[in-house]
Structures are given as structure tokens and as C-alpha cells.
């Protein structure tokens, strides 16, 4: 199996809501990362999971909590958007640099729109 | 710090043309990796080819092949016999071989293959 999974593909919600997006991979990978992607852009990173274990912030606003649940899970909690937050959000997922390349393998994303 | 460059913003070329698209880079790094990924309208990102640094032999995967010059920081990617579905947006990645899970993207250049 060499996907990478994102639920929900669309999402909309008020800048009053609460809301998660789901990422899963069953390759075995170690590293799990979260993107936001802008349209014509290129994706920004946002947070790094290493064995479970968060080890990257590129500073983002508090108001996007990351959490890995295990090693084949992200899952990204939303609370308290604004409208310019409203993008593409890709995860991908890599080996550990220890055993591989790490080449990052994406998912199809969760297109966000915030109200 | 490092950088990537994508010149062409955007390029059509006819199908079953040929097609190079540039990338050059910058980093005082002596090994690390490069990378060419394609994000069709559908939208997920896929990984084209992938190329070491301390590999003189340039990589290839089928009708795709780079170009890497270490000395001129250059990582081109040939596409040979266009077909209507290479229409996407191209990314080129650089990632340190050590320490650091971060890839640094280029700006993309959007290709679209016309019948």
C-alpha cells in the first residue's frame, strides 16, 4: 500500500467552528508531516511528526493543533479559523531519514474554505 | 540558506513533443537530494524522479529524465513524448542527505500539453 488517505476532500466551517482533518498512511513511514497549499503556490510547511513525536512547528498560529495518534494517524484539530486560512491542507507521510531518502509521499488534500 | 528557482512559470508544448523544464538551485551542502514532483488539477502531489547528489548518472523514469549538473546547481527535467495527461503543475524539491526533514520547493512551472 502506498497511499496516503485525507478525510474530509472538502470542508467548510464558520470562523466559530471546531473542525479536524484525518490523515492515514499504512506504509510504515515514521515521518508525517502537514502542509498548507495556496492556489499557484507551492505548499508551505506547517508541522513535522517524527515517531510520533512532534518535531517541526514553522510557527503556525495556535488556532491549528496538530496531534499523532500512532504512527499511521495525523489528525489536524481547527478551531477559531479565518478566511485566509481557507486553502488546500496536503499531509504526506516519509521514512525516517535514519533508514531511507525520505521522500515525502502526499495525499490528495482537504480543500478548506472558512466562512 | 538554501534556494530554488523555477524560471518558467508556465510552458505548452504540443503532445508527443518534448518538453525540458529548469530548476536551479543554491547551497553549500555537498550531499543532498532533488526532486521533481507533478501536481495535476485533480490536485495530488506525485513524486516524477528523484536525484542524489553523489550520483553522477543522471536518473530517469521512463519518458521522464533530469538533467543534473552539481557544478551549475542545475536539475532540469525532460518529459519525452508528451501526452495530454503530463498537463500539471512541476515542482522542484531540494532536501539536505542529513538532519533536516524540510524540503525546499521551487516556485513551480505550470505545463500544459495541447493536443
Known amino acids: 500500500d502506498t497511499e496516503v488517505t485525507q478525510t474530509p476532500k472538502h470542508l467548510v466551517m464558520g470562523m466559530t467552528n471546531k473542525k479536524s482533518l484525518k490523515c492515514e498512511q499504512h506504509?510504515?513511514?515514521?515521518?508525517m508531516y502537514w502542509y498548507k497549499q495556496k492556489a499557484k503556490k507551492p505548499p508551505e510547511l506547517m508541522f513535522v511528526?517524527?515517531?510520533?513525536?512532534?518535531?517541526i512547528n514553522e510557527s503556525v498560529p495556535s488556532r491549528f493543533s496538530p496531534e499523532c495518534p500512532n504512527s499511521s494517524l495525523l489528525n489536524l484539530h481547527l478551531h477559531a479559523l479565518q478566511p485566509e486560512d481557507s486553502a488546500l491542507y496536503l499531509c504526506?507521510?516519509?521514512?525516517?531519514?535514519?533508514?531511507?531518502?525520505?521522500?515525502?509521499?502526499f495525499g490528495p488534500g482537504t480543500r478548506l474554505t472558512v466562512l | 540558506a538554501q534556494t530554488v528557482t523555477q524560471s518558467q512559470p508556465e510552458m505548452s508544448v504540443q503532445e508527443a513533443e518534448t518538453v525540458t523544464l529548469s530548476c536551479t538551485y543554491d547551497?553549500?551542502?555537498?550531499?543532498?537530494?532533488l526532486f521533481w514532483y507533478k501536481q495535476p488539477p485533480s490536485r495530488q502531489m506525485i513524486l516524477v524522479i528523484r536525484?542524489?547528489?553523489?550520483?553522477?548518472q543522471n536518473a530517469t523514469e521512463n519518458r521522464f529524465s533530469v538533467n543534473f549538473q552539481k557544478a551549475a546547481k542545475s536539475f532540469s527535467l525532460k518529459i519525452s513524448d508528451s501526452q495530454l495527461g503530463d498537463t500539471a503543475m512541476y515542482f522542484c524539491?531540494?532536501?539536505?542527505?542529513?538532519?533536516?526533514?524540510?524540503?525546499?520547493f521551487g516556485t513551480g512551472t505550470r505545463l500544459k500539453v495541447l493536443a
Open positions: 504526506a507521510s516519509s521514512q525516517d531519514r535514519r533508514t531511507g531518502v525520505g521522500e515525502q509521499f
Open positions: 536525484q542524489e547528489a553523489y550520483k553522477q
Open positions: 524539491a531540494f532536501m539536505p542527505a542529513s538532519g533536516t526533514y524540510k524540503y525546499i
Open positions: 511528526y517524527s515517531y510520533e513525536k512532534l518535531s
Open positions: 547551497t553549500s551542502e555537498s550531499n543532498y537530494y
Open positions: 506504509m510504515g513511514h515514521r515521518a
